[in-house]
């Protein structure tokens, strides 16, 4: 079946927009801006994910209940999320339903109200998220291992807030916010779906076009972004004991951005090391060779100038020192022996097998190509992407590796079950 290539273009308020045509009876567009936890002031810790919850709260013309209606009366759905550095709104529906999707996803970013009665009940909704969060210790334990990895620094912040922080946040701060980071000229609106781009982009220009840039510039890339480059620890070593059974344990440090010529080859370096696959290095020879952790996995956060790898073990109180060490045996490895030809040639294959399949994905699909515009400016065909992959160099691994898991700069986060700890 023939690939229809992806289509891309400008409005005159700036705002970027991207559409992939697939023979499909659905469509998915979605709205991602620029602005996350990371653009928070140091008394808005929470504020990006607070004004996410509050977009669906009513605008000028509809109120809460007409939002949720009026994608979910045709079946679709409609949804957000708050990173590190974007918002994404998005909605997935029949085709017949891209002019309602669009206009809808317009309205409540242009026309939000934010209604005062309702910023009371929303800050109790989001502390039940944060101390349901709590409950949750491998998911809590990756955030703050940020916390250690980015100290005093917004990027290294819980998205969700403090219950402190929640509880003092008013109105005029939300529209403050959203005055100084929501804007055309920092957003970017995908759309992969069963009707052509030349119609889209009509979709677009009709519900995008009143909402005003910040300024006259609409020469748009990530540079118009101002934000500090982050600080990474380095070294550090942090146990806690927690009401908990099962210990806990990350080690990790600074890796690359997501501009680093070392991106793609630190992509491939993670997924063979503890990537998602069963035949990860990690999962063979810590899980299934000696059967010390359920759940062992390698992880890399890369941003627009900075970013960290790690590992995340899930283990017995009596294995973790075990399974710290067989850890660092594997980083150590891949420091010290250049891995074999036909392995590197595995390891490609299998990545470029798991990309296909993620966007085979047409959420997966609408979300990779607005991030890619929104970081980049442009979008990699997959040829484009098979080519960058095939010229990472075995030496590039072996070097990076060097570069990346020196054992002076690795730093540890554990969580230790309180009836344990000694």
């Known amino acids: 079946m023939k690939t229809i290539p992806f289509c891309s273009g400008v409005l005159k308020n700036g705002l970027r927009w991207i559409h992939q045509e697939v ?27 607070f004004i996410e919850h509050l977009l669906f709260k009513g605008t000028q013309k509809r109120k809460a209940f007409h939002i949720i209606s009026r994608i979910e009366d045709v079946g679709g759905e409609l949804n957000a999320y708050t990173g590190k550095e974007e918002t994404t709104l998005y909605a997935s529906f029949l085709k017949e339903n891209y002019e309602r999707s669009t206009e809808l996803i317009f309205d409540i970013i242009i026309n939000a109200n934010f209604p005062e009665k309702e910023i009371p009940k929303e800050k109790e909704v989001i502390i039940d998220e944060i101390q349901s969060y709590r409950d949750t210790p491998g998911d809590l334990i990756f955030d703050e291992f940020d916390e250690l990895l980015f100290p005093n620094q917004s990027i290294g912040k819980n998205i969700l807030g403090t219950e402190k922080t929640i ?66 620890s380095k070294g550090l070593s942090h146990h806690l004991v927690k009401g908990i059974h099962q210990s806990h344990l990350i080690i990790g440090g600074e890796g690359v951005s997501l501009h680093d010529k070392n991106y793609t080859a630190l992509v491939l370096l993670n997924n063979l090391l503890g990537g998602p696959a069963m035949n990860s290095r990690l999962n063979l020879k810590i899980r299934e060779k000696f059967g010390i952790t359920y759940q062992i996995e390698s992880f890399i956060n890369s941003y627009c100038d900075a970013g960290i790898w790690g590992v995340y073990a899930g283990t017995d109180i009596q294995t973790i020192n075990r399974c710290h060490e067989l850890i660092l045996k594997e980083l150590k490895l891949l420091k010290e ?56 160099e075995i030496n ?20 230790i079950p309180e009836t344990n700890y000694q």
């Open 396 to 415: 590039q691994i072996q070097e990076l590796a060097q570069q990346i898991f020196d054992t002076e700069k690795i730093n540890e986060l554990r969580y």
């Open 23 to 49: 023979l499909s009876p659905t469509g998915h567009v979605a709205l991602m801006i620029q602005a996350g936890s990371r653009d928070e002031k140091p008394n808005e810790e929470g504020l990006a994910h």
């Open 167 to 232: 509880k003092k946040f008013t109105r005029q701060q939300v529209l403050d916010f959203v005055k100084r980071n929501y804007g055309p000229e920092k957003a970017v609106l995908s759309s992969v779906g069963g009707i052509k781009s030349e119609d889209f982009e009509k979709i677009a220009n009709r519900h995008a076009s009143t909402w005003k840039a910040h300024n006259n510039n609409n020469n748009n890339n990530n540079n118009t972004i101002h934000r500090e480059k982050p600080v990474i």
């Open 337 to 392: 022996k250049k891995i074999g030809k036909i392995q590197f040639s595995k390891a490609k294959t299998q990545l470029l097998g798991q990309m296909a399949l993620h966007q085979d994905n047409k959420v997966n699909l609408m979300t990779s190509l607005a991030k890619s515009i929104l970081i980049y400016n442009k979008v990699d065909t997959f040829q484009e992407i098979i080519s960058k992959v095939n010229s990472v």
